[in-house]
């Protein structure tokens, strides 16, 4: 079965630094991998969605994520963190039929002035 | 607007007591799916429908029913809750499976006493 590992349940940064949001997978079979955004009292929300067309993948708000096979990886970042920007991040993977979503358990960003 | 709609958004209930969370989307989407959130352990799956009629279990379906007379609905039926039911449940939908954009509603905040 796939699953993802996020790991860090929470990343501070200053406002204006790099941040780098951690996750690597398991699968047998080349995946579908995503990362979706929860702001307070919210649903979630695409940020980006990587389908082996590219390794690089970018999504809103200046997010992007880089998939390494070698390193079973998917690490999200965005070179400049925004207040608007702190939220909980859940990396997520397919299974090979797509009927199911598997979530990590999700990254807290939370962002100082 | 397309969107998916949960009811109610807040709800606490008693031990037992059959209750029916809603949930409707318009964007004629096959695939719709229940996800519970709990801290620490991220989105699990509860159910799936691949279409009308068709539903199926996902990673956490006990204590927990779903149907899908019409392709808009699928309301989640929890026939007699207990305290381990509470939780932050949101509902999803997809063009057609989970390798493509799925779109999340509000949410719904159960709590069991």
């Known amino acids: 079965a796939q699953s993802v590992t996020q790991l860090g349940s929470h990343v501070s940064v200053s406002e204006g630094a790099l941040v780098l949001l951690r996750c690597n997978y398991s699968s047998s079979v080349p995946p579908y991998l995503f990362w979706y955004v929860q702001y307070p009292n919210q649903g979630l929300q695409l940020l980006l969605k990587?389908?082996?067309?590219?390794?690089l993948v970018k999504g809103i708000n200046g997010f992007e994520a880089e998939f390494k096979k070698s390193e079973t990886s998917f690490h999200l970042t965005k070179p400049s963190a925004h207040m608007s920007d702190a939220a909980e991040y859940f990396c997520a993977v397919t299974s090979s039929g797509y009927s199911t979503l598997t979530f990590g358990k999700g990254t807290m960003l939370l962002v100082s002035p | 607007e397309a969107q998916v709609t949960q009811n109610p958004r807040y709800l606490i209930t008693v031990t037992g007591k059959k209750l029916t969370v809603t949930c409707s989307q318009n964007m004629n989407h096959e695939y719709m799916s229940w996800y519970r959130q709990d801290p620490g352990l991220g989105l699990r799956q509860i159910y799936y429908?691949?279409?009308?009629?068709?539903?199926d279990k996902g990673d956490v379906p006990e204590g927990y029913k779903v149907s899908r007379k019409e392709k808009r609905n699928f309301p989640l039926i929890l026939e007699s809750p207990s305290p381990n039911q509470t939780s932050l449940y949101f509902c999803?939908?997809?063009?057609?499976?989970?390798?493509?954009?799925?779109?999340f509603g509000q949410g719904t905040r159960l709590t069991v006493v």
């Open positions: 990587y389908t082996s067309a590219a390794t």
């Open positions: 999803a939908s997809t063009d057609r499976g989970m390798n493509t954009e799925a779109f």
């Open positions: 429908s691949m279409n009308v009629e068709v539903t």
